[in-house]
């Protein structure tokens, strides 16, 4: 019923399957430790810029990308620390690093553990230690993404954490919204809106945060393709951002929890102890007609 293979290609590809609800997981570790591929009942969930994936050079516009030790970009991608600065650019090195495959299950459910620890490529741009572990695990029609970030230094460290999923879409104007919050920020004019379950997709660019959310827990309806997702967080991820581009066939709607710049400003910075952790979970339920 459940497999974990291994598939050798330009990168080494993890496929996690469950041959009962037809549902299929693909993962690529050094690429970011990123999820490529979610598919149930034959049919995929995400998308995937196959160009940019292909391309080492390029950031991947796709998938499921990991947003660490920030989410959204920085000003003029620098931030300050004990005096000094350091450069980091948008969302973090997480998902350009490769990871490191810890374990694997197939037997009452399929699943993946990866790692990323600190280097000395890692200090470079962020001077703490800490040890990421992500477990990626496939349950019929839901997607389960389990986090966990510990600080291994002898510092307080400061971090956001995000998830950047890329939902397929045909039709933006077949899409109906359930997000429980009554307003956002446009992140590109930093203007607050009302929100009225739906958005104008008529912009060159949609980049909206969520900040106030009356609890944790989103759908999204496609009438075209008769697939309804709903996401499930836990804390500390209390914000959603909505990003798409006119003419491209994705939307995101992305857990995090802390807004840009927060490295610099504070805000909702999440400051871990010495030997602390944070455990997390994200879930993704597809309903299919």
Not at 57 to 76: A, D, E, Q, T
Not at 88 to 104: C, E, I, N, S, Y
């Amino acid at each position: 019923m459940f497999e974990v293979s291994q598939h050798p290609s330009q990168y080494l590809t993890y496929a996690l399957t469950d041959s009962t609800t037809d549902a299929r997981l693909e993962v690529v570790p050094e690429r970011g430790g990123i999820i490529t591929r979610w598919s149930v009942q034959g049919r995929d969930i995400l998308y995937l810029d196959e160009a940019r994936f292909a391309d080492p050079s390029l950031s991947v516009r796709g998938g499921i990308p990991i947003l660490f030790p920030i989410c959204g970009n920085l000003p003029n991608n620098a931030y300050t620390y004990n005096g000094q600065t350091y450069l980091l650019k948008q969302h973090g090195f997480a998902r350009d690093l490769p990871w490191q495959v810890t374990h694997t299950e197939a037997l009452d459910r399929a699943s993946i553990t990866l790692n990323l620890s600190s280097s000395d490529q890692t200090r470079a741009l962020y001077p703490f230690e800490f040890s990421l572990d992500f477990t990626y695990i496939l349950e019929g029609n839901r997607l389960v993404l389990q986090q966990q970030v510990t600080n291994s230094g002898n510092t307080i460290m400061p971090f956001s954490l995000g998830l950047h999923p890329y939902f397929s879409v045909s039709d933006k104007a077949r899409l109906d919204f359930d997000i429980p919050s009554t307003q956002y920020v446009d992140q590109r004019t930093q203007e607050t809106h009302a929100y009225m379950d739906g958005f104008d997709f008529s912009q060159d660019e949609i980049d909206v945060l969520f900040r106030k959310l009356s609890f944790q827990s989103a759908t999204v309806e496609d009438f075209r393709e008769n697939l309804k997702l709903r996401l499930d967080f836990d804390d500390p991820y209390t914000m959603l951002v909505f990003w798409t581009l006119k003419g491209k066939d994705f939307y995101c709607l992305e857990p995090w929890t802390g807004p840009r710049n927060a490295l610099n400003t504070g805000d909702h910075l999440i400051e871990l102890a010495p030997g602390g952790t944070v455990r997390t979970s994200f879930r993704i339920t597809a309903q299919l007609s």
